[in-house]
């Protein structure tokens, strides 16, 4: 059966999930407001620039998973999708999904935003693969560190490569769903690259490359 892989910030949803839960963290005390603002835009504008130091982004996004305890943080997470990933799961990417489903498409979601906030959202959209960072734990405490490699970037190529072994599978009449341009290792990759809401390099690519184009945004945003 073929993969169908979707990336899932800006792609599958119409905003950011790892944006969203560090202001949901900053709105309800558990986050410096002015801190988190001021570190979020410089990793923004090097991940736009494609010069982002993931490691030192995760050191950064995992804190608060280190420096809270773990039941207030799922209590907190289970209120913030149904408050702030419900509402940007838009029609046409559940269409999406489905009809990949429909097809008998194994579905999978490949994501550099962690697994503890991403884990509830692939269930949302019952796709049963999931590849995300992962956060470290020991005795069941996250230590604000990385499990393994990142999911970002080449270190996406590299996780799918080992999921793929482990599974039996292969990239045969695969397809890989993404809006940016830090995806191109893994986009490169598979039988069928689309772009989605594409960034403005990687619709730049697309277009040279006569890749498809498509929006799932409820509105074209600027």
């Known amino acids: 059966m073929p993969l169908a892989i979707f990336d899932l910030d800006n792609t599958l949803l119409d905003g950011d999930s790892d944006y969203l839960w560090g202001c949901y963290l900053v709105r309800h005390g558990f986050v410096d407001g002015a801190e988190y603002a001021r570190a979020n835009e410089r990793f923004y504008r090097q991940y736009q620039d494609g010069t982002l130091d993931i490691h030192e982004f995760l050191d950064f996004s995992l804190r608060p998973l280190r420096d809270h305890p773990r039941a207030h943080l799922e209590a907190l997470r289970a209120r913030f999708i149904e408050e702030q ?24 979601i490949i994501t550099a935003t962690n697994a503890f906030v991403t884990a509830p959202i692939a269930e949302r959209f019952g796709v049963p693969h999931l590849i995300a960072t992962l956060p470290a734990e020991r005795d069941g405490i996250y230590t604000g560190e990385v499990e393994g490699i990142p999911a970002f970037r080449e270190g996406k190529v590299a996780r799918l490569e080992h999921w793929l072994a482990e599974q039996g599978l292969d990239l045969a009449g ?15 990759r598979v039988e069928r690259p689309i772009a989605v809401n594409p960034d403005a390099q990687l619709r730049a690519t697309a277009e040279a490359r006569g890749w498809p184009i498509l ?6 945003r600027p």
Not at 174 to 188: Q, R, T
């Open 215 to 220: 929006s799932l945004q409820t509105s074209i």
């Open 85 to 108: 990933i419900d509402p940007i799961i838009t029609p046409a990417a559940r269409a999406l999904v489905e009809r990949h489903r429909s097809a008998g498409d194994i579905l999978l």
């Open 174 to 188: 695969s397809c890989f769903y993404s809006d940016s341009h830090n995806d191109l290792p893994l986009l490169e």
